[in-house]
């Protein structure tokens, strides 16, 4: 049986005042998912004492990206290491933010997830496709290279344990979520392409997931989680999410 895995991605939003008062309404009674939380980098270990109050045995923290190298004059980066010394159990790679905005490779995506594994945490990996690709039936084609991008680096063993997030772009902080069965299609693909290993992996949903949605894409067979944004910033909201799961 695989664990659901609820993982909240802030994003670039918060403050030291508002992970504070976030975890005061955060009432995770009755959920039996596991939930991650990953902060913007500065809010890191506010978040990692905060969780320590969070009468939950399955939180962990996660960050939002991390540098594919491991130390040395690389400035304004964060190592791996560094985010395994504040307690980081996950961490988010080839967010789709990230590959459009900040001109992330699927090469360089596969760096960092080689990165995060080698430091003994655990990547999310995001992917996901346009609009336009899903317009022309290239979905499969976009995601089937961004995960080979990172097996030709690292080997199909890489799947071994994984958490891979199906986002798609034109789902994202939109209100447009793919449908269950949309989704679901995505997921069934993505869990064969990896292989032997697929069983196992944890197969995420992320493209506004609200509480009023999360039932029924986690009805899915193949839909083991969500990576929610917008939804995640509002305690009630995203504790609703989890519960769902
Ligand atoms: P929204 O839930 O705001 O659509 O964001 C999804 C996402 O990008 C999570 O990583």
Same mark, same amino acid.
């Given at each position: 049986m695989r664990k659901t895995l609820v993982a909240a991605n802030w994003k670039m939003n918060g403050s030291r005042e508002f992970a504070g008062e976030f975890f005061k309404a955060l009432d995770l009674s009755g959920v039996s998912a596991d939930v991650a939380f990953c902060p913007p980098f500065p809010y890191l270990s506010v978040v990692a004492d905060l969780l320590k +109050?969070? @009468? #939950? +045995?399955?939180v962990a923290l996660g960050a939002q990206n991390v540098s594919?190298?491991? !130390? @040395? !004059?690389?400035?304004?980066e964060v190592s791996a290491a560094m985010l395994k010394d504040f307690d980081a159990r996950y961490v988010i790679v080839g967010h789709s933010e990230r590959r459009s905005?900040?001109? /992330?490779s699927s090469e360089l995506v596969a760096r960092k997830y080689v990165a995060v594994r080698q430091a003994g945490l655990m990547p999310i990996l995001c992917v996901g496709e346009t609009l336009e690709e899903r317009e022309a039936s290239r979905a499969l084609e976009v995601i089937g290279s961004q995960l080979n991008a990172v097996s030709e680096l !690292? @080997? /199909? &063993?890489?799947? #071994?344990g994984a958490v891979v997030a199906y986002e798609p772009v034109w789902a994202i902080g939109t209100g447009k979520t793919a449908t269950p069965e949309q989704a679901q299609e995505v997921h069934e693909f993505i869990r064969k392409r990896l292989g032997a290993a697929g069983e196992q992996a944890q197969i995420l949903y992320g493209g506004s997931v609200k509480s009023a949605n999360a039932a029924s894409l986690f009805a +899915?067979?193949?839909? &083991?989680?969500a990576l929610v944004g917008? !939804?995640?910033? &509002?305690a009630g909201e995203f504790a609703g999410i989890c519960r769902a799961a």
């Open positions: +109050q969070v @009468g #939950h +045995q399955g594919e190298r491991d !130390a @040395g !004059a690389f400035t304004g905005l900040y001109g /992330e !690292a @080997g /199909e &063993d890489c799947w #071994h +899915q067979p193949d839909i &083991d989680g917008g !939804a995640s910033l &509002d």
